[in-house]
């Protein structure tokens, strides 16, 4: 699931609120199981009614595309997510596909989406098809909460580290109390986050997918001009990484 974190359709949240009239529903299965469910389902048709390439971009090259890019469409881009939103130019599930075609796109821009996918299956799907769609010597920017950031807080026992990373600090009298709490929330996201990065995994990561030129980044800094689309209120726990499509496309 992903989309800056939220998900389709009825939250846990929501069912709990309401959850004398679902109470059958919980029954059978508990609120996140549910929202997964809508989710899954919700993707499942958006897979079964979209073309494999977008027939508004076929021939098209040059592309800036922003994945999951959620209400921070960009004016000039293939703003692609999950849910339709204000911004949004493309309504796909990324998650195994891209609908663009090879070598259309001059870069790729994600921010706080790679969390969100299964390590193990959909975050090399996914990376397979940014390489894909990518024009040789192309450009992808990838921006993930940085968990070595929150894990040097924690073993410091430094609330001011952690202050300094986690925009929730300034909640913890409301939402959380201790550092194991936020800890969580970064790891976790009540269930959505499904894989937490530092630089070193996510090096190794691009380059066993194909990708050459792999270098840690910084908040509004990129070797594409224009590139550096970042959202200001996620620099402090963000790790900023990019790397090229290879100029000879991998096996």
């Known amino acids: ?9 009825m939250s846990s949240v929501t069912l709990k609120r309401h959850r004398r009239p679902y109470r059958w529903l919980l029954q059978l299965a ?15 048709w958006l897979r079964l009614t979209r073309p494999r390439v977008d027939r508004r971009f076929v021939g098209a090259s040059g592309l800036l595309v922003n994945i999951g890019c959620g209400r921070n469409g960009k004016a000039g881009w293939v703003n ?29 821009f994600t921010e706080h989406l790679l969390e ?6 959909e ?31 924690y073993c410091a026992n430094d609330w001011d580290a952690l202050r300094s990373v986690s925009p929730l600090v300034t909640d913890r009298d409301q939402t959380v109390v201790t550092m194991m709490e936020i800890v969580n929330e970064h790891f976790r996201q009540a269930g959505q986050h499904r894989f937490s990065y530092d630089y070193e995994t996510l090096e190794r990561l691009l380059g066993k997918m194909g990708f050459e030129a792999v ?7 990129s070797r594409l001009p224009g590139l550096a689309i970042d959202s200001s209120t996620r620099e402090t726990e963000s790790l900023y990484v990019e790397a090229c499509a290879a100029r ?3 096996p």
Do not use: N
């Open 248 to 250: 000879t496309p991998p």
């Open 1 to 9: 699931m992903y989309r800056c974190g939220k998900t389709h359709g």
């Open 30 to 44: 508990p609120p996140h199981a549910w929202t997964t469910a809508r989710y899954e389902l919700a993707m499942t």
């Open 116 to 121: 969100h996918l299964e390590y193990e299956d």
């Open 80 to 108: 692609v997510d999950s849910i339709a939103a204000p911004g949004v130019t493309c309504v796909y599930d990324c998650r195994k596909h891209l609908p663009l075609a090879t070598g259309s796109a001059k870069a790729v």
């Open 215 to 221: 270098a840690q980044s910084r908040f509004g800094e």
């Open 123 to 153: 975050v090399p799907a996914f990376l397979a098809e940014c390489h894909r769609i990518l024009e040789p010597g192309g450009v992808l920017r990838i921006v993930v909460p940085d968990g070595s950031k929150y894990l040097a807080a």
